[in-house]
C-alpha cells in the first residue's frame, strides 16, 4: 500500500485537475479524456515496496519528491530540518501548556502564542540537481518495470519552496515548468520510459504529456530569472482560563 504522503499528493492533483479543467488554469497538452481514465481507475498498488506507488487501467504512478535543498543519504536537509523544527515546537508546546497550567488561575483571561519557523535555504540550482537525480533513479525502476505504458506517469511533488519566475526585479509568477528549457531537458530523460508528468506544487498543478516534450522545448526558455520562495510553518494555539 502507497505511503499516506503519497495518497494525499495523488488527492490534490486529482481535486486540482477536476477544478480547473474547464478554466485552463491547470496546464496540460495531454489528452484530457486520458488523464480523467488515470485519475479515475487510480488505486493503491497492494505489494507496498514494490514500485509503483498506484496501478490504473493500463498503466501505472509512481510518486516522488523533489526539493529545491541539499539532498544526502537522509533526503533532503530540508526534510530533516522540517523534523528538528516540529520535535522543538511540540517541547515549546508542551511547556507552554504546563506553564499555564501552574499558572495563578486569572479566570475569562485569554493567552495567544504563535510558534513560527521559517527556512529559506533553497536554491534553483539544488531543485535542478534534486529533479535530474530523482528523475533518473525513478527511471531504472520503470525500465526493471517493464515497456512503456500509454498510461505511465510520474507524479511529482515539490517538497518545499515554491519556484517563482522574476521580472525587472519583482515577482512575476509562480514558475511553469514547460516554460523552463532546463527543467524539460531533465524531464527529457524519462520520455523513453514514462508518458506522462503530473508536478504537484503547493496547491498547484501541472500536466506534461512526455510524448510532446519537443515541442514544448521550441517556446521555452533557459534565461528565466527564477527564484524560490521561503518556507513558513506556523501554528497558533489559545490558552483560555474560564
Request: charged share 30%; glycine share 4%; net charge negative.
Amino acid at each position: 500500500m502507497a505511503k499516506q504522503n503519497e495518497v494525499d499528493c495523488l488527492l490534490r492533483a486529482n481535486k486540482r485537475f477536476f477544478e480547473t479543467m474547464y478554466s485552463g488554469e491547470t496546464f496540460s497538452n495531454a489528452d484530457r479524456g486520458e488523464i480523467i481514465a488515470i485519475f479515475r481507475s487510480a488505486y493503491e498498488n497492494p505489494s507496498r515496496n514494490d514500485f509503483p506507488d498506484f496501478l490504473c487501467e493500463g498503466g501505472y504512478i509512481e510518486h516522488f519528491e523533489v526539493s529545491a535543498t541539499a539532498e544526502g543519504k537522509k533526503g533532503s536537509k530540508f526534510k530533516q530540518e522540517t523534523h528538528v523544527a516540529e520535535k522543538e515546537r511540540s517541547e515549546a508546546i508542551k511547556r507552554d501548556e504546563e506553564a499555564f497550567q501552574q499558572k495563578e488561575r486569572e479566570p475569562h483571561t485569554l493567552i495567544s502564542k504563535t510558534y513560527d519557523w521559517v527556512y529559506d535555504n533553497f536554491s534553483y540550482d539544488a531543485f535542478l540537481h534534486s529533479l535530474e537525480r530523482n528523475i533518473s533513479k525513478h527511471c531504472q525502476a520503470a525500465k526493471k518495470f517493464g515497456t512503456k505504458s500509454e498510461r505511465s506517469v510520474f507524479l511529482i511533488e515539490n517538497a518545499g519552496g515554491a519556484l517563482c519566475v522574476y521580472k525587472n526585479g519583482r515577482f512575476k509568477d509562480f514558475l511553469p515548468l514547460h516554460m523552463d528549457a532546463k527543467v524539460l531537458k531533465i524531464l527529457q530523460i524519462a520520455a523513453p520510459w514514462v508518458r506522462y508528468c503530473f508536478y504537484v506544487s503547493a496547491d498547484k498543478l501541472e500536466i506534461l504529456d512526455l510524448s510532446k516534450i519537443d515541442e514544448l522545448l521550441k517556446t521555452a526558455r533557459d534565461d528565466l530569472d527564477i527564484r524560490v520562495g521561503n518556507y513558513t510553518d506556523s501554528h497558533h494555539l489559545l490558552f483560555i482560563d474560564w
